[in-house]
């Protein structure tokens, strides 16, 4: 009799995270944000008061393992969807209209990725506002990566003017209703995402690393966006507040190194680590710039004392974090490229030029970037993964090659280009841009992450997805390619390639050793 009730609850359970998924056609979750386009413009409907959270025991574990574990079997065992288009361009519009739908509830990466990740927001999609990007040409491409943009933004905002405090993930669990979830503990980037989406659809916040090219769009979203903020503006000022006193050590003037944090590599146990140090001092500069910071931060000294602690010159990279392995193995981690996207560094800066130069040298002595562009290391290191990822998916936070930082990786080598004419750059660019087309006609998709050798990656009881929307990142790349190479090849011949330009000496892995004490 007990049997048979456990087998009831467990099949209702399956039902419930098949019905909660806001992308199944079963689904019965609604909207509460609507955007609506109205004279090139948006307005929106706002009914995000009738919001509901449930965070009691039962629903944290529905979501957290009940929904993850059918979602990803699923992925796995039953669906991976790819286009059936035969060239690229017909590959990126199916993405699109698969991916980018106003009509449901937000944006995320797809398949068994139906919760809300909220640093997408500032990480894997912060190209989606870039109108440099001309996008698909079907007449409302542009207005799509807007709506979905903004309506992923007014929900996670909806959710947190309910639960103020900063997660790593949002899970419809009901029409209406949302559980708050950290994978696996509390996030570095969640607020940052926020603060990033926001300062972009106000137009305050560039969603491309540099100016490339000619706008082909305008932006629409800036009057939404302002009542958005105005609306939301003490739900920011709390979520900065509890972010900032929860993860930064005022004293060292760095993160915590008694805490992990999820970030974009949230799989891997890290302390105090270079990418989370990054991502605060730039959510702190969004803070200030949209005036929700509970007090200021001198983002110049703080700037400094990251790159004092993190860079090692002699090896010419960032450290990965401050753990005592990461500075005995002086531990490298590819998510270092989120210096390029936040504006912390830039490579066209003669005195910033140096930190890029030398890490892509490293990347190419190590076969970081091969097959192609990028693993976020060498190795796999899965005894710093936590528990079920290492149990599930151990080279997923190492050496499996993700798509997201591949662009990234392609866009500094031609910021590189465009900065120095050095044409090895531009080469690099060509070949890792070329890979991801033959992968993407083989794959029909542009999947999320390969294996080592370049094949789709798969493990027993995860399978990565096809076609995820951050094929916009790559639209952005090869925007930036075609406006590169045709500036540079209009006004100069390619330069062989130089040292850039030293920078003083900094404490690197010594200073590093002893700041974590």
């Given at each position: 009799?007990?049997?048979?009730?456990?087998?009831?609850?467990?099949?209702?359970?399956?039902?419930?995270?098949?019905?909660?998924?806001?992308?199944?056609?079963?689904?019965?979750?609604?909207?509460?944000?609507?955007?609506?386009?109205t004279e090139e413009a948006f307005t929106a409907i706002n009914e995000n008061h009738k919001l509901r959270i449930r965070q009691s025991w039962p629903w944290r574990t529905?979501?957290?393992?009940?929904?993850?574990?059918?979602?990803?079997?699923?992925?796995?065992?039953?669906?991976?969807?790819?286009?059936?288009?035969?060239?690229?361009?017909?590959?990126?519009?199916?993405?699109?209209?698969?991916?980018?739908?106003?009509?449901?509830?937000?944006?995320?990466?797809?398949?068994?990725?139906?919760?809300?990740?909220?640093?997408?927001?500032?990480?894997?999609?912060?190209?989606?506002?870039?109108?440099?990007?001309?996008?698909?040409?079907?007449?409302?491409?542009?207005?799509?990566?807007?709506?979905?943009?903004?309506?992923?933004?007014?929900?996670?905002?909806?959710?947190?003017?309910?639960?103020?405090?900063?997660?790593?993930?949002?899970?419809?669990?009901?029409?209406?209703?949302?559980?708050?979830?950290?994978?696996?503990?509390?996030?570095?980037?969640?607020?940052?995402?926020?603060?990033?989406?926001?300062?972009?659809?106000?137009?305050?916040?560039?969603?491309?690393?540099?100016?490339?090219?000619?706008?082909?769009?305008?932006?629409?979203?800036?009057?939404?966006?302002?009542?958005?903020?105005?609306?939301?503006?003490?739900?920011?000022?709390?979520?900065?507040?509890?972010?900032?006193?929860?993860?930064?050590?005022?004293?060292?003037?760095?993160?915590?190194?008694?805490?992990?944090?999820?970030?974009?590599?949230?799989?891997?146990?890290?302390?105090?680590?270079?990418?989370?140090?990054?991502?605060?001092?730039?959510?702190?500069?969004?803070?200030?710039?949209?005036?929700?910071?509970?007090?200021?931060?001198?983002?110049?000294?703080?700037?400094?004392?990251?790159?004092?602690?993190?860079?090692?010159?002699?090896?010419?990279?960032?450290?990965?974090?401050?753990?005592?392995?990461?500075?005995?193995?002086?531990?490298?981690?590819?998510?270092?490229?989120?210096?390029?996207?936040?504006?912390?560094?830039?490579?066209?800066?003669?005195?910033?030029?140096?930190?890029?130069?030398?890490?892509?040298?490293?990347?190419?002595?190590?076969?970081?970037?091969?097959?192609?562009?990028?693993?976020?290391?060498?190795?796999?290191?899965?005894?710093?993964?936590?528990?079920?990822?290492?149990?599930?998916?151990?080279?997923?936070?190492?050496?499996?090659?993700?798509?997201?930082?591949?662009?990234?990786?392609?866009?500094?080598?031609?910021?590189?280009?465009?900065?120095?004419?050095?044409?090895?750059?531009?080469?690099?660019?060509?070949?890792?841009?070329?890979?991801?087309?033959?992968?993407?006609?083989?794959?029909?998709?542009?999947?999320?992450?390969?294996?080592?050798?370049?094949?789709?990656?798969?493990?027993?009881?995860?399978?990565?997805?096809?076609?995820?929307?951050?094929?916009?990142?790559?639209?952005?790349?090869?925007?930036?390619?075609?406006?590169?190479?045709?500036?540079?090849?209009?006004?100069?011949?390619?330069?062989?390639?130089?040292?850039?330009?030293?920078?003083?000496?900094?404490?690197?892995?010594?200073?590093?050793?002893?700041?974590?004490?």
């Amino acid at each position: 009799m007990v049997f048979a009730i456990l087998l009831v609850l467990l099949a209702a359970a399956i039902a419930w995270a098949v019905v909660t998924n806001p992308f199944s056609r079963f689904s019965v979750i609604k909207q509460t944000y609507v955007a609506e386009f109205t004279e090139e413009a948006f307005t929106a409907i706002n009914e995000n008061h009738k919001l509901r959270i449930r965070q009691s025991w039962p629903w944290r574990t529905f979501s957290f393992y009940v929904k993850s574990f059918v979602h990803i079997a699923s992925t796995r065992y039953v669906a991976s969807p790819g286009s059936s288009a035969k060239t690229v361009d017909g590959i990126i519009a199916d993405i699109h209209a698969h991916r980018f739908r106003p009509e449901k509830l937000l944006l995320t990466s797809g398949d068994h990725f139906s919760s809300l990740f909220v640093r997408n927001l500032g990480v894997f999609y912060y190209p989606m506002l870039d109108a440099q990007v001309v996008g698909v040409k079907n007449g409302h491409d542009w207005h799509d990566r807007q709506a979905v943009y903004l309506q992923t933004l007014a929900y996670a905002l909806g959710v947190f003017d309910k639960r103020p405090i900063p997660v790593t993930t949002i899970v419809p669990t009901g029409s209406r209703h949302a559980t708050c979830m950290n994978y696996y503990v509390y996030p570095s980037d969640t607020v940052y995402g926020v603060l990033f989406a926001l300062a972009a659809l106000l137009g305050k916040e560039k969603a491309a690393p540099f100016a490339y090219g000619e706008k082909a769009h305008t932006l629409g979203t800036v009057p939404a966006a302002e009542i958005l903020l105005h609306e939301y503006k003490a739900t920011l000022k709390a979520l900065y507040k509890d972010y900032r006193t929860t993860v930064f050590d005022e004293s060292t003037g760095l993160i915590r190194t008694d805490i992990h944090l999820s970030g974009a590599k949230d799989i891997t146990r890290r302390t105090c680590a270079f990418y989370d140090n990054v991502v605060f001092w730039k959510t702190s500069e969004l803070a200030q710039t949209l005036g929700v910071a509970d007090k200021k931060i001198n983002l110049k000294a703080l700037k400094q004392t990251i790159l004092d602690t993190f860079w090692l010159e002699d090896e010419g990279y960032f450290l990965e974090d401050l753990s005592t392995e990461g500075i005995d193995a002086k531990y490298y981690s590819s998510d270092w490229l989120i210096v390029l996207t936040t504006g912390f560094l830039d490579p066209a800066d003669p005195n910033e030029q140096k930190y890029f130069a030398r890490n892509v040298e490293y990347i190419q002595r190590m076969g970081i970037d091969k097959p192609f562009a990028i693993k976020y290391q060498h190795e796999t290191r899965a005894h710093r993964q936590f528990f079920w990822a290492r149990v599930a998916f151990a080279a997923y936070g190492g050496d499996v090659v993700w798509s997201f930082w591949g662009m990234e990786y392609i866009k500094v080598l031609l910021r590189l280009y465009d900065a120095t004419g050095a044409a090895n750059y531009l080469e690099r660019a060509n070949f890792h841009l070329k890979a991801y087309e033959k992968a993407m006609l083989r794959d029909g998709g542009f999947p999320e992450v390969f294996d080592d050798k370049g094949k789709l990656y798969e493990t027993w009881i995860y399978r990565s997805i096809r076609q995820t929307g951050w094929v916009i990142g790559f639209e952005q790349a090869r925007a930036m390619r075609d406006a590169v190479g045709a500036k540079q090849s209009a006004h100069t011949k390619p330069k062989p390639a130089g040292k850039p330009k030293a920078t003083p000496k900094t404490l690197g892995a010594k200073k590093a050793r002893k700041a974590s004490r």
